[in-house]
């Protein structure tokens, strides 16, 4: 093992001994490389000549560039084209960090680390399967998930999705289901994934569910398992219901106990509407945590980033820092939040006005995110798929016994259209037998 991930790991056994127990073969070995080209590229800055530097500079010392790249930014080459860290640039980690603590006021003096920069959040994801994930390992998670984790953790890590089903019969978040994965097997290593609003369900915890998961999370620990809690927060703060827990569960989990590695994946690529930025995030938190120990974590982090895609693109970094002290950002976000928030309601109008639509599909529990889901009572979500494709100009996503349906994607008059264009093509396969 190179003795800078040694360090690392001594760091981080002093404070935090469970993580070493989390970390995988290759997280225990990672490091962010501080000898060798960045170290010495660092020792040459503001010297009269620098031949250190891995981009090209233009005679006057800017980060070389075209003028048809650059006419179309407002910003300067060095923010627009030049790298940034491999851990992203220092002033939109500190800025995130500050907008997490004004976005989940449950964190108000806890400690966590500075977030580190992800090419938004499937690659936060995929580092978290680098750093946590050996093959073999089991990753405990509702069974309606998002399919990419399927790529993400089983086919690139070899682990395996060891799924509960989500809701319980009340249509309740199931957090004996949770308990009973998680009690389940020896006492070891665990690891959670938990995403909410929920893709593909649209759910959040209500307040005493999200407690509920938390009790039966601090109960795991206490019990000698080494949990690492991967927090997938991709539509973080698109809850539309009073009694929603309104913060990510991360602020519940990052002190919870010293057997508790949190980790927090959000970005702005769903919270500030700009998907293909390809930009995100990964925060830690543990009880007990240091700082010292938060930053061999986010070393880890940055070496795997390092030796996976370099560093994330400074331009998006570079152009939301700038949104986010540009003094209309908040009313903006505001304004997208409460037309979201208007499909969600005028979906839950629908759904009460036509009660024969229960005669074809009934709703999963949904509150929040991007979606919603029903469950077919008669006919194939395939079929129903196919025939709203042709019939009807109509396109949902058909997957395991339920179909989806985005609200966030349709616009309010359509949304009529939407349920009534389900209800017929469900009825007409249903004839059709
Ligand atoms: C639950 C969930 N997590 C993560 C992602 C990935 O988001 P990003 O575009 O930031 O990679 C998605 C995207 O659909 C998602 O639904």
Known sequence: MDSQAKQLNEVIAAACPAVMDLLSRKGREIYFP???ILSQSAEAQGKAINATIGIALEEDGNPMHLACVMSRVQLSASQAVSYAPSLGTPDIRKQWKAMLG?????????????????????????????????PGDAIILADLFWENYELIFSHACGARLDAFAMFTGQGRFNVEGLRARLMAGKVGKKIVCLNFPNNPTGYTPMIEEAH??????????????KLVVLVDDAYFGLVYERSVFPESI??????LHPNLLAVKLDGPTKEDYVWGFRMGFITYGIRGGTSAVYEALEAKTGGAIRGNISNAANVSQSLLLSAYRDGTYATEKRAKYELLRSRYERVKQILAAHPEYTQEFVALPFNSGYFMCVRLRHADPEQVRQKLLTDYATGVIAMSGIVRLAFSAVPLAQLPVLFDNLFRAARDVKKKG
């Open 34 to 36: 501080k000898l060798g």
């Open 212 to 225: 509920a998961i938390t009790t039966v999370l601090r109960e795991a620990a206490e019990r000698g398992n």
């Open 250 to 255: 991360f602020s519940l989990l990052c002190d």
């Open 102 to 134: 004004k976005k989940n006021p449950g964190l108000a003096g806890k400690s966590f680390s500075l977030p580190v920069v992800t090419s938004a959040l499937t690659h936060g994801l995929s580092t978290c399967g680098y750093l946590f994930c050996d």
